[in-house]
């Protein structure tokens, strides 16, 4: 490959002539998320970030309206979070956690029970958000057959919901309309209702619940969960839904016998303006799953909280072991840095900047209601969406926010930001000029 070993060191002139050799090969090659090769167009590449702006190789800086698929939070080289990453390589960088343990596990699993809402007390780390949802699924049918229900092994969810992309988390991701109807002939059959009718405001609907009720007494038998994102369905939609569906579930899963499974993976950490997003129905899960945030977009760290029950059952069942165990299971470089990352989260400070962002984006994207195509436009924490009547020319409208100086990931018929949470009023409004420049080239 003819230039792919260049250092990218230098000017940024120069940087952009080394990357000439290593982005032919990128666009060849490479395989970059939900896409194919070659490339139909090559990706931007980034040399550096600080603060929420990305500085590309050819000496621009665009300012990151997605914080790296909602992780990077606190934004790019942050002191707390390199500090931390700094001292932990200075012990070690990486230990089995069978059989072992460190410091940096046990301090953050106490954090992630502190933090958690009420009875999640129980943690399992894992090194990814797909992973963490397999864990769950897997927690809730060794508590079904440690119960002595062995044939519970189903899980009741909803439409439009996505929890990842391994084979049992696209098991409970939405079938049809989601991004996996491909392997629809390889994952288990659940039971999915309608998704939950939209708007944070609208309460719930009586005949929705009813419907629920009638799924779950009709496959009591079979169930052993419910599995669903409260409050936001992230990459199924960007759709919001009243904190009293959530509630809800809460009581139909303990009318009948079921586990609550809680997916906070995206909407976990400030991201809905409550530190877990379940906190706006007042309830808790039995099994919650969070990632992304955890460390600030640093390194690939999940965990599955249960509760204490629910752990207990298990170490009662067959074998009295969760039947899961990840090389890089709470790793200790990232155990450090998602330390740093919650103990940010933890000083309560981020309120107040995703309630100004809440503020600026509501004010900001109101002018794209008027924009021709525009179905809807809502808002909710550090959550902007502009919807549109048809499917978004994703390469018109990212090119439209880039020479803007803002960079997006629209997809289906969506132009949304998940901006950092540290991003100032000043960045956020030119984060909104590249959303109606996005929406406007769509």
Request: glycine residues 12%; aromatic residues 6%.
């Amino acid at each position: 490959m003819t230039g792919s070993g260049a250092q990218l060191t230098g000017t940024p002139s120069n940087r952009s002539g080394a990357w000439a050799g290593l982005q032919a090969f990128d666009t060849e090659h490479v395989w970059h998320p939900y896409d194919r090769l070659p490339a139909p167009a090559p990706a931007l590449p980034v040399v550096g970030a600080q603060g929420v702006r990305l500085h590309l190789a050819d000496g621009r800086q665009l300012i990151d309206g997605m914080s790296s698929w909602w992780c990077a939070v606190h934004g790019y080289r942050h002191p707390a979070l390199d500090a931390a990453v700094r001292e932990q390589l200075e012990q070690m960088a990486h230990v089995m956690f069978g059989g072992l343990t460190h410091e940096p596990a046990v301090r953050l699993a106490a954090r992630l029970a502190e933090l958690a809402p009420e009875g999640l007390s129980e943690v399992f780390f894992c090194d990814s958000g797909s992973v963490a949802v397999e864990v769950a699924l897997k927690m809730c049918v060794q508590y079904q057959a440690a119960c002595g229900h062995g044939h519970r092994q189903r899980m009741l969810t909803v439409r439009g919901g996505y929890h990842g992309d391994t084979l049992g988390a696209m098991a409970v991701c939405d079938p049809d309309d989601g991004m996996h109807a491909l392997f629809a002939g390889m994952v288990p059959r659940h039971v999915f209702a309608a998704r939950p009718p939209d708007g944070f405001g609208a309460g719930l609907d009586p005949d929705w619940a009813a419907a629920l009720e009638a799924l779950a007494a009709d496959h009591a038998d079979e169930l052993a969960a419910v599995v669903v994102e409260p409050v936001v369905q992230g990459a199924g939609g960007m759709r919001f839904h009243s904190p009293a569906c959530v509630a809800y579930l809460r009581e139909l899963c303990d009318r009948h016998g079921l586990l609550l499974v809680l997916d906070e993976i995206a909407t976990g950490f400030g991201r809905t303006g409550a530190m877990f997003a379940c906190e706006h129905a007042g309830v808790s899960a039995d099994v919650m799953c969070v990632g992304k945030a955890l460390t600030g977009g640093y390194l690939s760290l999940a965990a599955t909280l249960c509760s204490a029950d629910v752990a207990a059952a298990i170490g009662a069942g067959e074998g009295g072991a969760l039947m899961h165990g990840p090389t890089y299971m709470a790793n200790p470089l990232a155990c450090a840095v998602g330390l740093a990352s919650t103990a940010l989260l933890a000083d309560g400070a981020w309120m107040g900047d995703v309630a100004r962002i809440e503020r600026g984006l509501r004010a900001g994207l109101s002018d794209a209601r008027e924009l021709p195509g525009v179905a809807d436009v809502r808002v909710l924490g550090a959550i902007g969406v502009v919807e549109l009547d048809r499917r978004v020319d994703v390469a018109a409208a990212t090119a439209a926010a880039v020479a803007a100086g803002v960079w997006l990931r629209p997809f289906r018929n969506l132009v949304y930001v998940m901006p950092a949470y540290v991003t100032s009023d000043e960045e956020l409004d030119q984060v909104v000029a590249g959303v109606l420049a996005a929406v406007t080239a769509a």
